[in-house]
């Protein structure tokens, strides 16, 4: 927060704007200027959303790539939030979170998938304990660089926090921190990449994201635990496909769980969208089977 204060001119000494790279001294002066609080009041807006399911205690949201689930700094508006409020009506507000109403879990803005949402109080609750005791059913499809090392099954289970010096992204590598679990199985070798699902026994921020990165096989796309283009050295062509995707390799293609009210079992499955379908199609054509 200082750092973005003083990026904004805001931080002075003796009435001079202060520059990070200059050093105080015992006995400075130093004034902050804080702007005032942005508020970060969900708003009904009429976004399109893919419903799959809806019932009067839920309904599941198919969300696209890019859509930010709940509103933040730098997202304020154009959330999936705002967008249910104007679906469901101003009633969600009481359903849980403030900033968060009806949310249960999410998923990350540039994954694609399914999420479910609750419509009443005791839905909410019920489905939150679910997805604390690691009761639901979910499954990814994503696409990892380095396939031809990566075993055919295996999971990933470590120690899991926020990164050591990024506190913006979250790591394996810690010496204290929760337990994370991730399955895999490998379903398409594709030249260096492969074709995985991926399903959570826990569902921390980022996992699946920096367990695979971690273990030597980010995914492809992947902004901020992939790495570098040049890292991978993939062959033009397949660079190529790679640079049209233009987000992470990943996508929530099934989610399971028992009805709040009923008990009754449900399942829902999503199709890769087109921009996962065509890195596929591409792949399948350069290194066919």
């Not at 409020?85 to 009806?102: K, M, S, T």
């Not at 994954?111 to 639901?136: C, I, N, Y």
Request: charge should be positive; charged fraction near 20%; aromatic fraction near 4%.
């Amino acid at each position: 927060m200082i750092q973005r204060l003083i990026d904004e001119q805001r931080v002075r000494r003796a009435g001079q704007v202060l520059r990070s790279s200059q050093k105080v001294r015992n006995g400075d002066r130093v004034e902050l200027e804080l702007p005032p609080p942005q508020p970060l009041e969900a708003r009904p807006q009429a976004l399109e959303l893919t419903i799959v399911y809806e019932d009067p205690q839920l309904l599941v949201v198919d969300k696209p790539a890019g859509l930010v689930v709940h509103p933040a700094p730098g997202h304020p508006d154009g959330t999936l939030v705002n967008g249910l409020l104007h679906h469901c009506g101003a009633e969600l507000l009481g359903i849980g979170n403030v900033l968060r109403p009806g949310i249960v879990h999410r998923i990350d803005r540039d994954t694609s998938g399914l999420l479910v949402v609750a419509k009443d109080g005791p839905s909410h609750d019920f489905l939150a304990a679910l997805f604390k005791r690691h009761a639901v059913q979910r499954q990814y499809r994503a696409v990892v660089h380095g396939g031809r090392s990566l075993p055919v099954q295996g999971t990933f289970a470590t120690s899991y926090g926020r990164h050591p010096t990024d506190r913006k992204r979250f790591s394996s590598l810690v010496t204290r921190g929760r337990r994370a679990v991730t399955h895999w199985q490998v379903v398409e070798q594709r030249g260096p990449l492969a074709v995985v699902t991926v399903r959570l026994e826990t569902g921390r921020s980022h996992q699946i994201r920096v367990h695979f990165a971690e273990h030597g096989h980010p995914l492809v796309g992947d902004p901020v635990y992939g790495g570098s283009r040049a890292d991978h050295g993939l062959p033009p062509a397949v660079a190529a496909l790679v640079g049209k995707l233009g987000r992470q390799a990943l996508h929530a293609e099934l989610l399971g769980f028992p009805h709040p009210l009923t008990g009754v079992p449900l399942l829902f499955q999503s199709a890769l969208p087109p921009d996962l379908a065509g890195l596929l199609d591409g792949l399948r054509r350069l290194f066919p089977s």
